[in-house]
């Protein structure tokens, strides 16, 4: 009887031996006409001349038109001439502020400007600080301002923020920000800021 096992555990570790070989030996040969592909379409492109700055200006002539078939049948929501961003802080040092953008449509091989862009600050930007209300005291406000609203329209409607005056030396690289300015920021590499809002984090 031990024989029989012994012999039987032998056969299995032989098949598994074989099948880890023949797996190995797939994957070997799958690896190499991958790469033997790859390599073919390279010399192609190379073949019919095209550079790498003949595929970038082919990718910017597809965005740009799928971009522009998209705005014509009301499919991309979105201002073509913004006058504010949002975006995250990296840099607020000696060498000015930087702000890597998140909201703008502007895709940097295609447009020609990154997404991080310097902020210009003038004696005149104002700067904020915003923190959230809880959903309790928004809701109160709320309320209020839907009795008050049925007769008398004049007073702005509640926000679910408390702004603070802030300066320049409150904002912290990570920091959420909102940009304003009075020039269109959508491809502006420089924006000269009205104001600047710190966001609720």
């Known amino acids: 009887m031990h024989t029989k096992i012994t012999s039987y555990s032998r056969y299995i570790l032989a098949v598994l031996c074989v099948s880890v070989v023949f797996t190995t030996i797939a994957l070997i040969a799958l690896n190499a006409a991958f790469q033997q592909r790859n390599f ?10 095209c550079t790498d700055n003949d595929l970038q200006m082919a990718f910017g002539s597809g965005y740009q038109a799928a971009r522009q078939n998209l705005m014509d049948k009301g499919l991309l929501i979105g201002e073509l001439d913004p ?3 949002t975006g995250v802080v990296t840099k607020n040092d000696d060498s000015g502020l930087f702000v890597m953008q998140t909201s703008l449509d502007s895709v940097p091989a295609v447009d020609g400007v ?12 104002k700067f904020y600080s915003e923190t959230s209300k809880s959903s309790e005291d928004f809701a109160r406000e709320l309320e209020a301002y839907a009795k008050i609203s049925l007769t008398e329209n004049s007073n702005p409607a509640p926000l679910p923020v408390i702004k603070k005056a802030a300066t320049l030396t409150d904002i912290k690289v990570g ?3 909102k940009i304003l300015s009075e020039q269109s920021v959508r491809f502006a590499p420089l924006i000269q800021a009205t104001q600047i809002n710190i966001l609720p984090q």
């Open 114 to 125: 990154e997404d991080e862009r310097q902020i210009i600050i003038s004696p005149t930007t």
């Open 40 to 49: 073919g379409s390279k010399l192609q492109l190379s073949s019919s001349g």
């Open 175 to 177: 920091d959420k920000v």
């Open 83 to 85: 006058k504010y961003l």
